[in-house]
C-alpha cells in the first residue's frame, strides 16, 4: 500500500496536485468572500424591521441549511443549464460554498449584532443616526469582534466542504487526486498527501480559531 515506487510515481506528478491545490485555495478565497458579503446583509435584514426582508432571509436560511451541500451542487450544475443558466464548475464551486455557508454566517451575524446592547442602538439613533449609519459606525464593529471565531470557524468548513466540487469535475484538490488515483492505482500515499494539504490550511486556521475564542471570552 505504501511503497516506496508510490511514492516515486506520485511526487514525480506532484504538479497535478499542487494544481488542484492551487484550484481549491482560490475558490475557497473567492467563495469565502463572498460568504462574508452575505453573512453581514442577511445578519443586518434580520435585526432590522423590514417584515419582508426577515421573511425572505429565514426563507433562504432555511433552505440552505437543511439541504445537503452536495444536493445544492448538483441543482446548479445540472438543473439551471436546463432553466437557461449555465454556469461553468468554477462558478459552481464560488456561488454554491458562499450561498450554503453564507446562510449559517447570516445567523452569526445576526447572533452578534444581538449581543450588543440595545441601549447602544438607542443612543446612536437619538443623535440622528438612521439604521445603517448606527450598525456601520457603533454596533457593526463591536459585533464583528465576537463573529469573528464564529466565522472563522465557517471558514474551515467551507475549505473542507469544497472538496464536493470533485463530483462535478471541478478540477480542485479531491478531483485531482481522485483522478490521478484511479490513473494510477495509487491510493494511500494519494488520499495521504491529499489529507495532509487539506490540513495545512485548515489547522492553523482551527488554532486560531482557539486563539480568538479566548479573546473574546
Known sequence: ??????????????SVFLLGF???????????????LISLAGGLIR?????????IIRGYMSLFQNTPLVVQIFFFYYVLPRLGVVLSPFAVGCIGLALYTGSFGSAVVESSILAIPKE???????QGFNYLETMRHVVIPQAMKIALPAMTNQ???????????????????MYNSDSWA????????????TG?????????LSRLVKRLEGKVR
Not at 26 to 33: G, K, P
Not at 120 to 126: D, I, R, V, W
Open 1 to 14: 500500500m505504501f511503497k516506496l515506487w508510490m511514492w516515486e510515481r506520485l511526487f514525480s506528478d506532484f
Open 22 to 36: 492551487g484550484k481549491t485555495l482560490l475558490v475557497s478565497a473567492i467563495a469565502l468572500a463572498l460568504t462574508l
Open 47 to 55: 435585526c432590522s424591521t423590514s417584515k419582508v426582508g426577515k421573511q
Open 120 to 126: 447602544q442602538t438607542e443612543a446612536s439613533m437619538s
Open 155 to 173: 471558514a474551515v468548513n467551507l475549505i473542507k466542504n469544497s472538496s464536493v466540487l470533485a463530483m462535478i469535475a471541478g478540477g480542485d484538490l
Open 182 to 193: 484511479s490513473g494510477s492505482a495509487v491510493y494511500g500515499p494519494t488520499f495521504l498527501i
Open 196 to 204: 495532509l494539504l487539506y490540513l495545512s490550511i485548515c489547522l492553523p
